[in-house]
Structures are given as C-alpha cells and as structure tokens.
T-cell receptor
Framework: AQKITQTQPGMFVQEKEAVTLDCTYD???????LFWYKQPSSGEMIFLIY??????QNATEGRYSLNFQKARKSANLVISASQLGDSAMYFC??????????????FGQGTRLTINP | ETGVTQTPRHLVMGMTNKKSLKCEQH?????MYWYKQSAKKPLELMFV???????ENNSVPSRFSPECPNSSHLFLHLHTLQPEDSALYLC????????????FGEGSRLTVL
C-alpha cells in the first residue's frame, strides 16, 4: 500500500499567488515525522520543512507552512506569495518509528509546480 | 558549495561496462544513503550506511555494489546493468542514521544503453 500519496502530478500557479500542495500519508505508528523537499531542475533535493506527529502547532519556515491535519492524515505544503524560483518538483516524505532505532524515510511521487509570470 | 557532492553528474554506459558513482559529504555526518529516482516513481531507498557499516540493503540487485570506505565517502559500483536501471541516483547524508534532515547531492544521471 502506498504510504505517501501526492495526488497532483502537476500544478500551474500565477506568480504571487499562494499554492497548496497535497500530501496524505498512511501509518499505524503513533510516532512519525513528515518532510517536504524541493527538487529544482539541477536535481538536488532541498529540505523545506518538518512536522513531527506530536507537534501541537503547524510548522512554518518563511514562506512555507505545513497544514497538518492529523485525523485526516494529511500534511499539505502551503507556499505563500509564490515566486518564479519556486518552480520545481516537490516531494512529501514520512519517517516512521521512534527517533532512536531503525526508521525509513518514504517518499511520495512528487508534484511538479510551475509558476507562471 | 553544496554539502554533498556527487560525481559524475551524467554517465552513459553500455550493459557490459563497469563504472562507479562517487559521493562525498563535507558535513561531518555519520550516515549516508543511496536513493534511486526513476521517472514517475517515488524515490526508492537502496542502501544505508552508518559509520561505514551497511545497515540497510533494500532488496537491491547484486549488479549494484555499494562501498563506504569512511564516513565521508560513499561509492556505488555498477556492472552489467540493464536499460531499466537508467535513473537519477541520489546520495544523501544525515547526522546520524535516520535522525534529522537528509542532505542530498545533486544526483548522478545514469543512462544504460
């Protein structure tokens, strides 16, 4: 079964608009972490934001925020005031298990975001 | 300068060739990873090393052979590959195994003819 689902293969957004990238996850482990990575055309994966399953508040990092809805098992990435440089692939990922011990980081299939001028 | 450097960035090889991908991290991390990124498929974990010891081998065919001579360097030796092995191979590192964020290199784009 797919652990991480990103239902939007591609999105087109006008510059300066806000954009929400969807991510739903599946786990029975009470302790897990959710990540978003950005992959520009250069290929490098760039860490954007992290949300722990026990975190009470939604994570924010500059223009990035994570809309964490635990009961719905969703962890959508919100980018405010989009810029042309935001055009890239975006991957949602989940780490299951306690901080100490064997864990795995599982990635979704990604969403290609294109920002139009 | 990126913290994780991969060479070569692009590689074309025949099915009978032997080549190696190299990864070097300058972050003082203890864990290193190889991921495979194929078109239209999620990132697939291949190998995990913690302090030069392999802690994960995710059912990867033996034509892929990793080597971690020290905590800063990771190699992926390739031999008798198949065309379906064509993909972007990403190296990553983290402070400790599965702890903290992963820092990725820019990847090695491999094409097998």
């Amino acid at each position: 079964a797919q652990k991480i689902t990103q239902t939007q293969p591609g999105m087109f957004v006008q510059e300066k608009e806000a954009v929400t990238l969807d991510c739903t996850y599946d786990t029975s482990d009470p302790s897990y972490g959710l990540f978003w990575y950005k992959q520009p055309s250069s290929g490098e994966m760039i860490f954007l934001i992290y949300q722990g399953s026990y975190d009470q508040q939604n994570a924010t990092e500059g223009r990035y925020s994570l809309n964490f809805q635990k009961a719905r098992k969703s962890a959508n990435l919100v980018i405010s005031a989009s810029q042309l440089g935001d055009s890239a692939m975006y991957f949602c990922a989940m780490r299951e298990g306690p901080v100490q011990g064997a864990q795995k980081l599982v990635f979704g299939q990604g969403t290609r975001l294109t920002i139009n001028p | 300068e990126t913290g994780v450097t991969q060479t070569p960035r692009h590689l074309v090889m025949g099915m009978t060739n032997k080549k190696s991908l190299k990864c070097e991290q300058h972050l003082g991390h203890n864990a290193m990873y190889w991921y495979k990124q194929s078109a239209k498929k999620p990132l697939e974990l291949m190998f995990v090393y913690s302090l030069e010891e392999r802690v994960e081998n995710n059912s990867v065919p033996s034509r892929f052979s990793p080597e971690c001579p020290n905590s800063s360097h990771l190699f992926l030796h390739l031999h008798t590959l198949q065309p379906e092995d064509s993909a972007l191979y990403l190296c990553a590192s983290s402070q400790e195994v599965w702890t903290g964020e992963l820092f990725f290199g820019e990847g090695s784009r491999l094409t097998v003819l």
